[in-house]
């Protein structure tokens, strides 16, 4: 056998044994709007149960993402819409995909060769300024929320709202606090800078990034700052590169796959191989890198850590190990 072939092996091995972790995936919405289903195999976005199992997903965060129309007054009644897909999507494909609550029964389920899935929300104008719709939703399976999307809500401000500086509102507070408490991951992508710093100071919990980048890498308001994510590793949270080229480079280019792990070699050299994950953002996006063109393409991030020289534990830890220890420990 060649080098090469030795080589592809060995990242194909290493791929099949790791625990694939994604931290980020807006799928529920393009199923909610009849665009496709999980079950079957499709030429059109990013993820479908067929492809996770040819990327070897064994833990997918799906994220309910509220689109403007419902914002702000039916923001919630759209939550339990999109919830509401999700079990009924769930339930057509029990064989392949379970919902989990807590790490044990991530477990359980990877061992039953089934894919855990995790209920996020991204954007917490779907509270409705209210702790009680904190409280339910969680007892929907909800185990993270995103604080803001890109506006301002009854939360904090959206990063497109950065001019304010403002940081939590006084509700912001009270939800942090009740996260902390029910044992919820707070994620502070789409968060406006002052509102990180709060959160920061407030949490007695790890904090993760589900779907962000370097700054300095790539200056767009999306984008974590050095001294962001020093301040995050320092709680022992976690930060999912994202695939989504605008967040990768602002050269006008096609971006590759060498551009995601270009961002996760900065991670490692700022802050330690512990606090990088992936966040992909599958279907929240138009465009993806070269070679990342769906969940079934992850493998080939695997193949490029090992072509720069990391080693199987740590591509382990990169590709699912570090959110699932944030998760074991936040999450009850």
């Known amino acids: ?45 990013h993820l479908d149960i067929p492809r996770m199992k040819e990327g070897g997903v064994d833990v997918q965060f799906f994220a309910i993402f509220i ?35 807590n790490y044990n029964q991530i477990e359980e389920v990877n061992r039953a060769g089934k894919i855990a899935a995790i209920l996020s929300i991204e954007g917490g104008e779907a509270l409705e300024g209210d702790l009680g719709a904190l409280r339910v939703l969680y007892k929907l399976g909800v185990r993270l929320l995103t604080l803001t999307w890109n506006q301002r809500n009854q939360i904090a401000d959206g990063i497109w709202e950065s001019r304010a500086g403002s940081g939590l509102t006084e509700f912001g507070i009270k939800v942090i606090d009740e996260m902390n408490d029910l044992g919820m991951l707070i994620d502070v992508s789409h968060l406006s800078e002052t509102g990180f710093w709060d959160v920061v100071k407030r949490s007695k919990t790890p904090i993760v990034a589900s779907h962000s980048n370097c700054y300095a890498l790539c200056p767009h308001l999306r984008n974590l700052k050095d001294e962001q994510i020093k301040a995050l590793v320092d709680k022992g949270g976690v930060i999912g590169i994202t695939f989504v080229p605008d967040f990768l480079t ?83």
């Open 1 to 45: 056998m060649s080098e090469t072939n030795m080589h592809l092996v060995k990242a194909k091995q290493i791929h099949q044994k790791a625990i694939i972790f994604d931290g980020h995936c807006d799928t529920i919405l393009e199923v909610m709007n009849h665009k496709r289903s999980l079950e079957k195999k499709s030429t059109t976005g």
């Open 67 to 101: 689109e403007d129309i419902y914002k702000p007054e039916r923001s919630l009644k759209r939550t339990l819409q999109l919830i509401d897909c999700f079990y009924k999507e769930i339930e057509k494909n029990q064989d392949d995909i379970s919902l989990v609550t």
């Open 250 to 332: 602002q050269e006008k280019r096609k971006t590759i796959v060498k551009d995601v792990v270009t961002h996760i070699d900065y991670l490692v050299e700022k802050a330690g191989i512990d606090c990088v994950g992936l966040g992909s953002d599958f279907d929240g996006t138009d465009d993806l890198p070269l070679g990342l063109e769906g969940v079934d393409k992850i493998p080939n991030i695997t193949k490029e850590l090992l072509d720069r020289g990391y080693k199987e534990r740590e591509i382990e830890k990169i590709l699912g190990g570090n959110f699932l220890r944030v998760f074991k420990e936040v999450v009850e």
